[in-house]
C-alpha cells in the first residue's frame, strides 16, 4: 500500500502564508497587503472550521486537525477523526485489523511540500494536543503508541518504509517512482496487467501525460 497520507494538515493548503502571498502577489497586492490578508483570512476560517456548514461544504476541512482545538476537532470534523481512530469510545476494531494486515505500508514525504503542513504528517508525524511544536516523528505520537490503526504493528514487523524524496507536493520524479514504488508491484501475479493499471492510475493522479506513463512501464519491465 502506497499512501502519501494525512495524519492531518494544520490549516488550509491555500491560505499557506508564502503560497497565498504569492497568488495574492500577482493581483498587485504588496507583500504586506498579501501577508496580512492570508493572516486574517486562515484565522477566520479557523474559528468556523468544525461547523456543520464548512464541514458539509468545504472539503479540506474534513482533514483539518488544529492541535490547540482538539475538543472541537474530536466532536466536528467529519472524516479524520474517524478515519483515524481518535475518538475516545468509539475506535472501531476492523480499522486497525484491516490496516495491520498490510504486506507492506510505504510513506512518502515530500521535502519541500508546503501543501501538507507539517510535511511529516507523510509519516503519520505531527504536533502534540495543545501546541504547535514541536513536530513529533510518528512513533511518539498518541496514534502510534497506542495504537489506533495499526501502524505501530506494521512498524514492529518491519512492514513500513519511510521514504522522503525530495520535490513539492506529489512532485515525485520518475527515478524515485522506479526506486521506491516498483520493487513492491514486480513480484505480484500478474505483474505486468497489474503494473501498467497502477502506473496509468499513478499518472492520472500525478497529471503525467501518456508518453510519461510509457516511459516508466518501459524502464520499470
Not at 76 to 82: A, E, H, N, S, T
Not at 133 to 147: A, G, H, N
Request: aromatic share 10%; hydrophobic share 40%; net charge negative.
Amino acid at each position: 500500500m502506497f499512501m502519501k497520507p494525512r495524519c492531518s494538515v494544520s490549516r488550509i493548503p491555500l491560505l499557506r502564508s508564502d503560497y497565498c502571498s504569492y497568488l495574492l502577489l500577482t493581483l498587485y497586492l504588496s507583500s504586506l497587503q498579501s501577508g496580512i490578508f492570508c493572516v486574517i483570512a486562515d484565522a477566520l476560517i479557523k474559528l468556523e472550521i468544525y461547523s456543520d456548514y464548512v464541514q458539509a461544504h468545504l472539503a479540506p476541512s474534513g482533514y483539518i486537525k488544529i492541535p490547540t482545538d482538539m475538543d472541537d476537532y474530536l466532536k466536528g470534523c467529519r472524516f479524520l477523526p474517524k478515519l483515524n481512530n481518535e475518538i475516545p469510545g468509539e475506535r472501531n476494531a476492523t480499522y486497525k485489523e484491516r490496516f495491520s494486515s498490510l504486506e507492506n505500508l510505504v510513506l512518502i514525504m515530500f521535502e519541500n511540500d508546503i501543501v501538507v503542513i507539517p510535511r511529516e504528517t507523510s509519516w503519520f508525524g505531527y504536533y502534540p494536543d495543545g501546541a504547535f511544536e514541536p513536530v513529533l516523528p510518528p512513533q511518539q505520537t498518541k496514534l502510534y503508541q497506542e495504537d489506533w490503526i495499526g501502524l505501530k504493528t506494521l512498524d514492529e514487523a518491519g512492514r513500513v518504509k519511510f521514504v522522503s524524496v525530495p520535490g513539492g507536493h506529489l512532485g515525485i520524479s520518475n527515478s524515485d517512482m522506479r526506486k521506491h514504488i516498483v520493487p513492491y508491484l514486480k513480484d505480484k501475479p500478474s505483474a505486468s496487467a497489474s503494473l501498467a493499471a497502477t502506473w496509468h492510475a499513478v499518472g492520472e493522479a500525478l497529471g503525467l501525460m501518456g508518453d510519461d506513463v510509457g516511459v516508466l512501464l518501459q524502464s520499470s519491465t
